[in-house]
């Protein structure tokens, strides 16, 4: 039977789920239970890699952080308005993000956004991958549905669970 693998909160650390990744088997199936994204400053390469390798996802509080706000930075960059960073996602890690979309550069400690097309056109794509993302996904196996709700904080949930498989 192929090892499932629940892989969570890597927030844009990229080399450390490399690192992870060498330990596990090589067929071993991996599902990312959300944020994936902000923190970190790999937050672009992350999800190049797991679209990449189609693994399952579960979209967590940043991704919707990064649907919600990330439109609002598309649309006002393609219309040269002002760019503030006053929103949730910027306060959540999104700084990060926006870097390893190469739309935002920093000098000393001022931040200024940058109309990087190549940046733009990623960036919107991943948006629409992250639309797609279900809020959960069905596990058939007691014991890994155990372990997802333990990780996503349910306990009252999980008490019930272990009630009814055990």
């Known amino acids: 039977m192929q090892k499932h693998y629940i892989i969570g909160d890597i927030h844009g650390e990229y080399q450390t789920l490399l690192a992870l ?8 199936k991996l599902i990312f239970v959300g944020d994936l994204i902000d ?12 679209r990449a390798n189609k693994h399952q996802v579960v979209r967590g509080n940043h991704e919707q952080f990064m ?9 006002n960059l393609l219309a040269d308005k002002e760019v503030t960073m006053t929103n949730t996602w910027v306060f959540a890690g999104g700084i990060e993000t926006i870097l390893s979309y190469d739309l935002l550069e920093k000098h000393e400690d001022i931040y200024k956004f940058v109309k990087n097309m190549d940046g733009i056109a990623q960036l919107q794509d991943d948006i629409e991958w992250m639309k797609s993302l279900p809020l959960y996904i069905k596990m058939d196996d007691p014991l890994l549905m155990l372990l997802f709700l333990i990780y996503m904080g349910i306990p009252m949930l999980v008490l019930w669970l272990l009630e009814k498989t055990l």
Request: charged share 40%; no cysteine; glycine share 6%.
């Open 39 to 50: 923190r970190g400053l790999h937050s672009r390469e992350i999800i190049e890699y797991i």
């Open 67 to 75: 649907i919600e706000d990330g439109q609002k930075l598309i649309d």
């Open 21 to 28: 990744l060498a330990k596990l088997p090589k067929d071993a």
